[in-house]
């Protein structure tokens, strides 16, 4: 009997082993097929079968990529960064609009150091030509330098990604490399000109999914959704079911918000912060959005030593913080004047963390995970409409989610001066 007991546990091993290769495989063709699928189980099996599934195909990818990586056989490169469609001129580039405003109104913070200057009155004919008479040459807005964040050619490199209509730069893009056991792995970064740029949240169709009575369109309002306006759009959060945390929009209260949870938040007058709740921030009438999930990586500087803590009722029924997937997060300058998304592949948790302790961010928290959901697009105009680019090349799943209406929950931007264009 003990024999066959031996025997029957080896077939059940083997069994498992070759069912995680094949949906790893799936994993990295369809990824939208093995997204449906873990879907399926959760509802048949419940939240916690699936999550052990999803585990072991993750780690036994990750253990392959990690021995071919020590055999030679794969090689520590630098992202295929996704080519930005350059603008064409007369499409959908009219001026921004004067009517209502969406989520977030226009900026009216001041503009801290770094940014351009306001424009100033030129000399008149009357008035001595004088060195001291003539304007400033507007400094150029660039995120903070960085150093000692890996080992790849480019690593750190702030390149031009996005800009506005008045040529000025309001997003750049880089990578860093933060998990020193796995050296293939890195994390691309886009850091944001707040006060260039408008964030907006929308509510996805279905999540989060809510009891509370609000109209869901899950896509960009007509008045954003053109070339002279939208500028880009990432994922917003987990599922509901993964954790119930707290999301607001126009006033409503979707899921109540959980105390000292991370949370993003979006204000009358623009301004954006990222904190916990209840401390860093709190409900106010000036609060137009907000969307948590789980506590902060990053809290005041500092890394969130409860990031190596796997509890599913902090962090979400769902993929453990050791497994390594694509994550997503987005952070926060100490000023408030920079927003900086992060996504890579094979992430842990806690990377992710380091990756935003390398941008030397005041406040940050993660965001969806999973290559199926963790998306950054960018959008021009073209003959037969926008036309959506992504972040990364690696970057899978629907290419035009962002343009239609969106079961899932996301951010997206807007350009303040009122047109949109790539960087080349």
């Known amino acids: 009997m003990q024999i066959k007991w031996r025997g029957g546990c080896l077939i059940s091993v083997l069994v498992v082993v070759v069912l995680a290769i094949i949906g790893a495989t799936i994993l990295e063709v369809r990824p939208d097929l093995a997204a449906q699928g873990i879907d399926l189980i959760r509802t048949v099996a419940g939240d916690e079968a699936a999550a052990w599934l999803e585990n072991t ?29 350059s603008a064409i001129p007369g499409l959908a580039l009219s001026p921004r609009p004067t009517a209502a405003p969406s989520a977030t109104p226009a900026l009216t913070t001041p503009t ?24 400033p040459t507007p400094t150029p807005w660039q995120p903070t330098p960085l150093s000692d964040v890996g080992t790849m050619d480019g690593a750190g490199q702030w390149s031009p990604y996005l800009t506005d ?20 792995v890195y ?24 009891k509370v009575k609000i109209a869901r369109k899950g896509a960009i309002p007509a008045t954003d959704l053109q070339g002279g306006q939208l500028l880009a759009a990432f994922n917003g959060g987990f599922k509901a079911r993964h954790g119930h945390f707290g999301a607001m929009i126009d006033g409503v209260t979707v899921l109540p918000p959980i105390e000292g949870f991370g949370t993003i938040a979006l204000y009358q007058d623009g301004r954006v912060q990222i904190g916990a709740w209840g401390t860093d921030i ?6 137009v959005a907000w969307r948590q999930n789980g506590p ?13 803590n796997q509890t599913s009722q902090d962090w979400g029924i769902i993929l453990k913080g050791v497994t390594a997937v694509e994550r997503s ?66 970057m899978k799943g629907n290419a035009q989610r962002y343009l239609h209406a969106w079961p899932r929950d996301f951010f997206y931007l807007t350009a303040i001066n009122g047109t949109a264009t790539g960087a080349q």
């Not at 209509?165 to 293939?184: E, M």
């Not at 709190?282 to 609060?287: G, R, Y």
């Not at 990756?355 to 021009?380: C, G, K, S, W």
């Open 296 to 308: 902060l990586l990053i809290e005041h500087g500092t890394i969130n030593p409860h990031t190596e």
């Open 187 to 210: 994390a691309a970064v886009v850091a944001i000109n707040l006060q260039a740029t408008q964030l907006h949240f929308v509510l996805g169709t279905e999540e989060p999914v809510s």
């Open 282 to 287: 709190t409900d106010s009438p000036n609060l």
């Open 329 to 394: 997060g987005v952070g926060i300058s100490a000023d408030g004047s920079t927003l900086y998304y992060v996504a890579g592949d094979s992430l842990i948790l806690p990377r992710l963390a380091s990756a935003f302790a390398m941008i030397h961010v005041e406040n940050a928290m993660q965001l969806d995970i999973n290559a199926i959901y963790v998306r950054f697009d960018t959008f021009q105009a073209s003959p037969s409409g926008l036309v959506s680019s992504p972040l990364l090349d690696t």
């Open 112 to 135: 801290p150091e770094g940014t351009p200057a306001p424009a100033q009155t030129r000399p008149t004919a009357t008035m001595p030509l004088s060195p001291t008479a003539l304007p």
């Open 165 to 184: 209509s008045a040529g000025q730069v309001v997003a750049y893009r880089t990578f860093v490399q933060p998990d020193p056991k796995r050296p293939y």
């Open 57 to 85: 195909v993750f780690s036994i990818k990750d253990m392959v990529q990690h021995e071919a990586y020590q055999l030679g056989l794969v090689h520590a490169s630098a992202p295929s960064w996704a080519a930005v469609p």
